[in-house]
């Protein structure tokens, strides 16, 4: 066949090949971006990176998209005299300008009242940097995404199993036969899960889901098991009655690694009252669980000292010690909290049948206990013994935001975390797995501030602007016991607020409470649409001023890298690099990439130099924190520590000499030491060597059991991961918790809530799980709203910032209201019609679509696919704004007011993370007269100056796209 | 002879795209020029792409099934899309069974796209010519990429590996053990175009319980049973006997 | 299938020009066996066929059109062995060449230019022997063009002969009424020979393409979405067919017109095709009024072009049990 065009050959160019870290999301896999003739030529899965072992995903495969798109800020702006916030009138200036703005601001507000200046970033992974900057400069108003994201996962689980989900752990499918997803729809492990999951099916594995939606993953579930909303809690509490009841639990996991029969005070009268019975051996360090509880011996029939040598306890019971306290192993006190939650009871509230419910602890139970894997795998504990084999349980779970976005996510997780636990399922082969640097002490060292002593100007915050407390003496209060922080986190309002509440930022602010700020700082976070909850009202706040005339908020700085609807209320503009720009570490002081097997770590290297004036925001930093002469950036002299980002990344130590710093691989001056170790000049090179990731795998018998591995724990120690190598046993009873029950029934000599707190912390700091109703559903007409509505992430999608990428934009290019078509018609929606949705805090009217794959009490969409008008630099009839629509409208970032209080936030009462997904809502159909498009609608923002030009047409060749291809053009806009 | 294709696997595909833009990303540079992309940042975006990720629902509440499903061209060993092309643009290649649009021949005529019964060719509607998945032929025998990686940019892709790629003549390949064992099959057989490209269904793995499984003699609750203990205070025969 | 306006205006008009020169020939072969009185303004032959011609030309024109690459159509010609397609590049210019030849020998009344001229003195006219070339390139263009369709299996509203009837009856039905009309004004005597024949082709025309509205509402499709994607249930129902704002597979295969207007399109088309030029003709010949056949002929392709719009919306791509949601 005459052939005209030969497809084998390749165009021509100059090809360079670098290696780099992707973010498209925060997975962070490993790639390879080619380059032809200095444009990047396409970007794939690196096959020798750990996490991705050589896949990629929608998002990644369309960073070329993200590189060119026209909506990227390319220089700083300053807002216009006399235009409004949100009107997005900006002009460009410079760099130096722009620092010298930010110094002098921010030069003030340390010497005068530090936490005027508040720091908030979003979808970022690199905290420590951020983090350690507010501390320097000594602002406790620092929080990054974790509060509106999953803290209640976080939280839920490293307060009772010292570890938890997404980079911290996971589920071992290699050795997994049956696997329990809930509430997931993407996760932040996204490719890593694909991979594995496919290997489990193909393995023959079962997997179940549980989720009120069937898509992507839950898609390939061999059972889908729908639930209503906000009711996993009440699951679990069944299955775990059940697993009880059948004796399907593994006792020896339970006695040996958990706190299940440890004896538990039970005088009502006595101010110990739900604390463990302790010997008096002497207390260990500060932050460890001191090894000092109490067992009933089965063969003495006595208490003894828990892990006595040959000592078996009972683990359920009432016993009464010598001093005739009344006494029960926790795991008792479990037993009687699940009494009530039997399948029946459970089967009313979740909407899963009670044969279902039975039969998956059934399930569960017997597959963990008559499908067990022994690995010959030898090992030592923490006591001492030596042990010949791993023993794993094959049932893993993996949960999400399904669990954490809802205001009782706290007690679903934890309820979560101790089935796991009964099923002995925990750091064990085809179960739950930990990564380095977890797992953690429960809960863990870090402790936030303690109080108004702890803020003093010119000086860095005395503590973490984010911990763990374990008590109430670690709250961040002042002496009235009030807020200190002004997002209102480890306040007596959301004390285990590890995250911080990021949600809440804007309208205390605004509304000075507890106190005004002065400038608010926000990074890679669209704080004006998809990350704020009720987005409408929040955008009024941001523009909104005092009778003076001075805007309640007085000076907003953004970070961004492309024209998102946050940008336009910024006094002031950052134009970030891309991910291909810039250096960035996956660092072990923040949340590294590490796996089963041990620490991983890993970096950015720029593939291509930064776009217009695009500055890193890494260099942003350590360039304001230098001109600042925050002292871990300042000589003693005075002078500038650290030249630039990569600079600071190698010679950056924790402590001077403590050879800890970002980075774990290649330490030490040549480079032969890891994670501990003088800094090596050479670093950066050594990565970009190596794929740019660093990866230590552990000896195997470190690999199993951490929390009580005596291996596993020295070298952890050794190599500064912990401080102590001391056994993390499984709080099953969170005695941090009851210790805020008992301040604030009065029972404690320390700090106590105020009186209008009092009862909510008595209710919801439970030392054993419980269900509750979601707040928000506990205060709205049930009658009225009879629907949840929850969104999912789509895959190909990252929340609001893929819409400017052209390729992309066209798998979501608009979003609709799923409705299951019973729920629909009977009100009288019609499939592909316009519809309203409304709550009690706002309505939006969208598409319907009808769908049989979401449980008829629920309503879905896509999450953050409809956009403002003109944001991201689309046209302003561009769909995502004329038929696409944001659910947040919906959602109120605050309860309404209630016998517990005014403004508390609609949040999660132990751990202040946003309820999403408790916002409940009635449908029916827009009337045919009205308007063919969503609402609400909003002022269309006008092209930035520095963004480029939208073309009718592109067509993307690597080489010759931004020089003499037809369509070029890159001329920026508005100059 | 050989007959490379793609055989897709719907029992673990989770509809995450990456196939999709993986593809257009590498042939939007590669060696048949790139895909355009029409009204890329306003109404009504479209474009250009060899393969596309689509999801159907499956029976009705609750017992829903949700399938995606990747579609590109199939390379049918009998295609229908070939002869019917007036300039020869549209052809098989004999050694590898590729179904390829000559974009230089083309006259953009669609007379192929009507003449598919899949909807796999896509005219480039800048270009005016018709395009269609290549199945990567450019990076098939490519020596300067490694062996493993001369393979479709969307089976590389693909975070789940349900896209399996080989030789569908060769009995011992991958792809054929799968169709063999895992029941893989055609689309719309019924017209005799043969597609190379095949698809595994969904299976499923239950998991009978058995009575006997729920009562044990290990159960842990019998250990809990707590004896009641003999009085120590009441009489006994020690109190009145002696020996 | 969405109509494309450049593949109606080629095939009718083609059409047109083939049944005109088909007329004119039969004009001609008629005469020449002495049935018709010889045409003594000989130029209406010759002018006839011009017409046909230019035609011919609007439809190769409109050809073009259709065309990603016209400044390659030339490539086209390469694929005759086994594309209808090319087959039609192919026959359409031989067959304009020969109309072009045939009209230039009639217009210039070269009657003498014989090819074989026998002993008795009668001759083998080569306008005559041209003619016979053209009218079986003609057939074989009706061919070429219906089997372009018909040759689809799978669409199968297309994929049968009554295609190819259909479109050679309808290009000689328009072609003669063409003529007609012509005649009226060129050659009165011979009106009413083309209206008689003009109205039964039309007839003939009318009963198959019933034939093959009567078959096509009666097709039971092949392809379901069952075989579409090879699963088995009664209830399937796509949700997303990958991409929001549509696609060439939105924009070539669906219409986007309601039921009701394809219907409506059915019976403007069966009215203006059939029943109305009929009445135009009887009426136009009755009265001699060459303004109500031109307007017959109008009304007839104005009813074609409906007819080609409604051939292509009628045919169900199986493609399209791909992309039935957005
Ligand atoms: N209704 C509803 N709302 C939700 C959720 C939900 O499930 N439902 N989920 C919540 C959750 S979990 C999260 S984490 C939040 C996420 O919400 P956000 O943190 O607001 O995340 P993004 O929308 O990704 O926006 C981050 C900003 O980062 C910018 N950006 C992208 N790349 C870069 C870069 O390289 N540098 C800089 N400086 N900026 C960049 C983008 O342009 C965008 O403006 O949304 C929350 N909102
Ligand atoms: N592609 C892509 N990947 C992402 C992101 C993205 O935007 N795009 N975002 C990243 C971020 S910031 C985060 S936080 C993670 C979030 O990762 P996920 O938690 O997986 O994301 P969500 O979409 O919030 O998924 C929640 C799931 O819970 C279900 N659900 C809602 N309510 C309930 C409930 O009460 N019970 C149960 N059982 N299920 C429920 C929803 O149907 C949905 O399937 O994803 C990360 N990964
Ligand atoms: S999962 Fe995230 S990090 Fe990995 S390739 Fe996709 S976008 Fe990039
Ligand atoms: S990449 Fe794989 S899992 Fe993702 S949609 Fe394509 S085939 Fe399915
Ligand atoms: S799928 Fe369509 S384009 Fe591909 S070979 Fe078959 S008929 Fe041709
Ligand atoms: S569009 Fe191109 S490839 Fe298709 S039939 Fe026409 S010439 Fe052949
Ligand atoms: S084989 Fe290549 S061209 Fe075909 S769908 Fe896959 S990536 Fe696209
Ligand atoms: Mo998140």
């Known amino acids: 066949m005459a052939v005209v065009h030969d497809p084998l050959k390749a165009p021509k160019g100059c090809i360079e090949v670098k290696n ?43 960073g070329i998209m993200k590189q060119y798109s026209p909506a990227r ?145 839950s898609a390939i579930a061999d059972e889908w098991v729908p639930i209503k909303p906000g009711t996993d809690g009440a699951l679990i509490l069944a299955l775990i009655h059940e697993l009880i009841k059948t004796g399907l639990y593994d006792r020896d996991f339970l006695v040996q690694y958990t706190n299940a029969a440890e004896l538990v005070s039970t005088d009502q009268a006595s101010d110990d009252e739900g604390l463990f019975v302790r010997t008096d051996i002497p207390r ?68 899963i049948s009670v044969e279902t419910i039975k039969r998956l602890a059934y399930e569960m139970g017997i597959t963990a206990r008559d499908e067990k894997i022994e690995l010959p795998i030898a090992w030592t504990d923490v006591w001492g013994k030596d042990h010949d084999t791993v023993t794993g349980n094959p049932v893993a779970f993996h949960a999400m935001r399904g669990l954490a976005a809802h205001s009782n996510g706290f007690h679903s997780i934890r309820a979560l975390s101790i089935l796991m636990t009964v099923l002995g399922t925990i750091d064990r082969p085809g179960g739950f797995r930990h990564k380095a640097p977890f797992p953690r002490p429960i809960p863990p060292c870090a402790k936030p501030p303690k109080s108004e002593d702890d803020v003093k100007v010119n000086t860095p915050l005395n503590g973490m602007p984010l911990g763990w407390p374990a008590s109430p003496e670690d709250l961040f209060v002042d002496d009235n016991g009030e807020p200190i922080r002004i997002d209102k986190a480890f306040s007596w309002e959301y004390p285990l607020a590890a995250h911080g509440l990021m949600h809440n930022v804007i309208t205390n602010a605004w509304r000075q409470d507890p106190y005004p700020i002065d400038t608010l700082l926000i990074f890679m976070a669209n704080m004006a649409w998809n990350s704020s909850m009720n987005t409408s009202e929040v955008r009024k706040m941001l523009n909104d001023k005092d009778e003076q005339g001075n805007y309640k908020i007085p000076f907003i700085i953004v970070c961004d890298a492309f024209q998102s609807e946050m940008v336009a209320y910024a006094d002031l503009v950052l134009p970030d690099t891309t991910y291909l720009e810039r250096h960035d570490v996956m660092s072990m002081l923040d949340r590294p990439i590490s796996e089963f097997e041990g620490p991983v770590d890993s970096v950015r290297i720029p593939v291509m130099p930064p776009k217009g004036e695009c500055k890193p925001f890494q260099e942003v930093l350590i360039e304001l924190a230098s001109r600042l002469k925050l002292p871990a950036f300042t000589n003693d002299d005075g002078s500038r520590k650290f030249n630039d980002y990569p600079d600071f990344i190698v010679n950056y130590e924790t402590e001077p000499g403590s050879g800890i710093g970002f980075l774990a691989g290649w330490r030490g001056a040549d480079g032969e030491e890891f994670m501990k170790g003088e800094p090596n000049p050479n670093q950066w090179e050594m990565y970009e060597k190596n794929n740019c990731v660093y990866q230590y795998e552990m000896p195997k018998s470190f690999q199993y059991m951490r929390n009580w591995n005596r291996g596993y724990l020295n070298w952890a120690q050794e190599h500064r991961l912990l401080r102590y190598a001391e056994p993390i046993n499984i709080h099953l009873y969170s005695e941090v918790l009851q210790k805020f029950k008992l301040a604030a029934q009065g029972k404690t000599e320390g700090r106590q809530p ?97 769908s049989e794959a979401v449980e008829p009490g629920t309503v879905w969409t896509w999450n953050a696919i409809g956009k403002s008008k003109g944001a991201w630099r689309l046209s302003g009839d561009a769909n995502e704004s004329e038929k696409g ?37 009635k449908i029916y159909p827009a009337d045919p007269e009205e308007e063919k498009s969503s609402w609400p609608q909003f002022k269309p923002m006008p092209a930035l100056p520095g963004t480029g030009n939208i073309k009718k047409c592109i067509g993307y060749f690597a080489g010759l796209f931004t020089k003499d291809s037809p369509e070029k053009s890159d001329k920026g806009a508005g100059e | 002879m050989t007959q490379l294709a793609l055989v897709i696997d719907l029992n673990v595909c989770v509809g995450c795209h990456a196939c999709v833009t993986s593809c257009k990303e590498w042939n939007t540079s590669g060696s048949a020029g790139y895909l355009t992309d029409e009204n890329p940042y306003e109404k009504d975006p479209t474009g250009t792409f060899f393969n596309r990720v689509q999801s159907f629902e499956i029976g009705e509440y609750p017992k829903t099934e949700t399938v995606h499903f ?50 796999a060719r896509e005219i480039d509607e800048q270009q005016k010519v018709m395009k269609k998945c290549t199945l990567c032929v450019d990076r098939l025998y490519d020596e300067s990429l490694p062996e493993s ?95 | 299938m969405n109509p494309a306006f450049s593949v109606i205006f080629l095939t009718t008009l083609i059409g047109v020009g083939q049944g005109m020169f088909l007329a004119m020939y039969t004009g001609h072969a008629y005469s020449a066996l002495n049935i018709l009185p010889f045409e003594t303004s000989a130029s209406f032959y010759g002018v006839g066929s011009m017409i046909a011609l230019v035609f011919l030309v609007g439809g190769l024109i409109a050809s073009f059109f259709h065309l990603g690459r016209p400044e390659r159509a030339w490539r086209s010609a390469a694929r005759w062995r086994t594309s ?108 009413q020979f083309y209206a008689v024949w003009a109205a039964i082709i039309t007839f003939a025309a009318m009963l198959t393409r019933i034939a093959s509205l009567y078959r096509n509402a009666r097709i039971k499709f092949k392809s379901t979405i069952q075989t579409a994607i090879g699963i088995r249930h009664t209830k399937i129902k796509q949700k997303a067919m990958g991409f929001m704002a549509g696609s060439v597979n939105t924009r070539d295969f669906f219409h986007n017109q309601s039921q009701i207007f394809i219907k409506n399109m059915k019976w403007i088309f069966l009215t203006l095709v059939f029943p109305l030029p009929l009445i135009l003709l009887w009426v136009g010949v009755t009265y001699s009024s060459s303004g109500i056949l031109i307007f017959a002929f109008v009304v007839q392709y104005i009813g074609l072009i409906a007819e080609r719009w409604f051939f292509f919306a009628q045919a169900n791509h199986p493609q399209n049990l791909y992309y039935q949601t957005i």
């Open chain 3, 84 to 191: 209808w397609l090319s087959r039609e590049v192919i026959v359409l210019p031989l067959f304009m060449g020969l109309v072009g030849i045939y009209a230039i020998l009639t217009y210039f009344s070269w009657w003498d230019l014989s090819v074989y001229q026998s002993a008795s003195g009668s001759n083998l006219q080569l306008s005559l022997v041209i003619g016979v070339m053209a009218t079986l390139a003609s057939f074989a263009l009706f061919i070429c063009t219906g089997m372009i369709y018909a040759c689809i299996k799978f669409l199968q509203e297309w994929a049968s002969p009554l295609t190819v009837i259909n479109y050679t009856l309808l290009g000689v039905a328009s072609g003669f009424v063409l003529a007609t009309t012509f005649s009226s004004y060129a050659a009165p005597e011979l009106t």
């Open chain 1, 20 to 62: 780099t870290t992707c973010y498209m999301c925060a997975c962070r896999c490993g790639i390879r971006v080619t380059l032809r003739d200095g444009e990047v030529r396409y970007i794939e899965g690196n096959p020798d990176h750990p996490l991705n072992n050589g896949v990629i995903c929608a998002k990644g495969a369309s």
């Open chain 2, 149 to 243: 990686e001369r393979k479709p940019a969307c089976v590389l892709a693909c975070p789940t590996s349900a896209r399996l790629f080989g030789d569908v003549h060769d009995p011992e390949s991958v792809v054929s053990v799968a169709i063999r064992e895992e029941g893989g099959y055609a689309l719309m057989p019924e017209w005799g175009t043969k597609p190379a490209n095949h698809y595994l269904p969904r299976r499923k793995i239950r998991k009978p319980i058995h009575e006997d499984e729920l009562q044990r003699a290990d159960n842990p609750l019998n250990k809990e049973q707590r004896k009641p203990r003999a009085p120590v205070d009441e009489p006994t025969l020690d109190d009145s006997t002696s020996w």
């Open chain 2, 70 to 119: 990747p579609k590109s061209c199939l390379h049918c060993e009998d295609p229908p899309c070939v002869p019917v092309c007036p300039t020869g643009a549209s052809y098989k290649r004999l050694e590898d069974g590729i179904v390829l649009v000559d974009f230089d021949k083309c006259i953009g005529c669609r007379y192929c796209s009507w003449a598919c019964p899949y909807g």
């Open chain 1, 284 to 351: 260990d360090p500060d932050c460890f669980d001191p090894q000092d509880k109490v067992w009933w011996d089965i063969k003495n029939d006595k208490a003894v000292a828990a892990r006595e040598e040959n000592a078996d306890p009972y683990l359920l019971g009432e016993f009464t010690m010598a001093d005739g306290r009344l006494v029960k192993p926790a795991f008792q006190l479990l037993k009687e909290r699940v009494e009530s939650y039997s399948p029946d009871w459970a089967a009313e509230v979740t909407g």
């Open chain 1, 73 to 217: 800020l390319t220089k700083p702006l300053r807002r216009k005299e006399g235009a409004d916030r949100g009107d997005a009138e900006f002009e460009v200036i410079s760099w130096s300008e722009t620092f010298e703005i930010m110094e002098e601001r921010l030069k003030h507000i340390r010497a005068t009242d530090p936490k005027k200046f508040a720091l908030f970033t979003g979808r970022d992974q690199m905290q420590a940097l951020t983090g350690m900057f507010a501390k320097q400069f000594g602002t406790p108003n620092y929080a990054a995404h974790g509060g509106f994201c999953s803290v209640n996962m976080a939280a839920g689980m490293i307060y009772t199993i010292g570890g938890s989900f997404w980079e911290f752990g996971g589920p071992d499918l290699e050795r997994a036969k049956l696997f329990i997803m809930i509430g997931t729809a993407e996760d932040h492990h996204s490719n890593p899960l694909k991979i594995e999951l496919a290997k489990f099916k193909r393995q023959g594995g079962r997997f179940i889901t549980i989720n009120p939606i069937r898509t992507g993953y």
């Open chain 1, 754 to 850: 105020p009186e209008k707190l009092r009862k909510r912390i008595e209710q919801y700091f439970d030392p054993l799980p419980f269900y509750y109703e979601p707040l928000e559903t506990q205060l709205t007409d049930k009658q009225e709203f009879p629907l949840n509505a929850v969104t999912q992430r789509p895959m190909a999608m990252y929340h609001s910032w893929d819409s400017q990428n052209a390729w992309l934009r066209q798998i979501h290019t608009y979003n609709y209201l799923y409705v299951n078509p019973k729920t629909a018609q009977a009100k009288g929606v019609e499939d592909e019609g316009w519809m309203w949705v409304e709550s009690m805090h706002g309505k939006v009217r969208c598409l319907c679509r009808y």
């Open chain 1, 885 to 921: 629509f944001l659910l947040n409208h919906l959602i109120a970032e605050q309860l309404p007011n209630h016998e517990l209080g005014e403004n508390i936030s609609n949040s999660d009462p132990v751990t202040g993370q946003a309820g999403w997904y408790d916002v409940r809502v």
